[in-house]
């Protein structure tokens, strides 16, 4: 039973040495078949966690800052304006590239 198993996993396979392209995708979402409109808000709600990510990891870091040195910042715009917003805005940006690239390459080659 195996032999013909294998016999028929090999007559599955192409005749060309080329392999079909492997279907992108994210913790088992298909993004390549994910339009404009989808992966501009992917790419956005990507920033904002990151965003939340960084500005909890930052408040902690200000806090332990602060403890460490006796200074008082009891004013969090540190860590909002220059650690979370910038890392936030990087992260848009990159998952906003990524994301667009792959909506680009599918448009251009009418892979519809």
Do not use: H
Not at 61 to 69: E, H, K, L, N, P
Not at 76 to 90: E, K, S
């Amino acid at each position: 039973m195996t032999a013909m198993t294998s016999a028929q996993n090999i007559s599955n396979q192409p005749l060309s040495g080329r392999a079909e392209p492997k279907e992108t995708t994210i913790f088992s979402i298909p993004i390549g078949r994910l339009g404009f409109f989808s992966r501009v808000l992917i790419s956005g709600a990507c920033g904002f966690l990151v965003f939340l990510g960084t500005f909890f990891l930052a408040i902690i870091g200000v806090s332990i800052y602060d403890s460490a040195t006796g200074k008082s910042m009891a004013n969090l715009n540190i860590a909002y304006l220059y650690i979370a917003a910038p890392v936030g805005i990087l992260a848009l940006l990159a998952s906003l590239t990524w994301l667009m690239t792959g909506w680009a390459r599918r448009k251009l080659s009418s892979a519809e």
